[in-house]
């Protein structure tokens, strides 16, 4: 805020009192403090105005943020809902793979594997050599 100070000099008219010249002295006064609230107000309406508009665009970024982080939630709610699927699917999956009917047709089908019978078993007793390992014990009977 600037300050004007100094002396106004005044003209008088010649046979005009001095009452006129405070008149007029007033007058310029009054002019000046009304220049004065006018400069004022205009700097007060300039800041205020570029108050709001700094409001306004930060709204507008903050709105812009707002939705690019929305658009990635969605994104990601999207990913989510697939692999959850792809999860269900695996695990119906693994539960038809993993049932006993299932394990035994490959067995049989693929490897050739069959239920035992009593020629198929071997008898391992106690009575025999206790110098023998398992391995040595099933190798005999096997080939016996």
Do not use: W
């Not at 003209?11 to 006018?38: C, D, F, L, W, Y």
């Not at 269900?88 to 019978?117: C, F, H, W």
């Amino acid at each position: 805020m600037t300050s004007y100070t100094g002396t106004i000099q005044l003209n008088t008219i010649p046979g005009a009192g001095a009452g006129m010249a405070e008149q007029t002295a007033s007058k310029v006064r009054v002019r000046a403090a009304s220049k004065r609230r006018s400069r004022r107000a205009s700097r007060n309406l300039v800041l205020t105005a570029t108050a709001i508009m700094t409001a306004i665009f930060i709204l507008i970024g903050l709105s812009a943020y707002a939705a690019s982080l929305q658009h990635a939630n969605n994104v990601l709610a999207e990913q989510n809902a697939y692999l959850q699927a792809e999860i269900d699917s695996l695990n119906s999956q693994i539960i038809e793979e993993t049932k006993v009917t299932r394990i035994e047709k490959i067995a049989t089908e693929e490897y050739g594997m069959i239920y035992p019978t009593a020629e198929n078993c071997i008898v391992i007793s106690e009575d025999t050599e206790s110098g023998q390992n398992l391995a040595a014990t099933i190798r005999s009977e096997a080939y016996n």
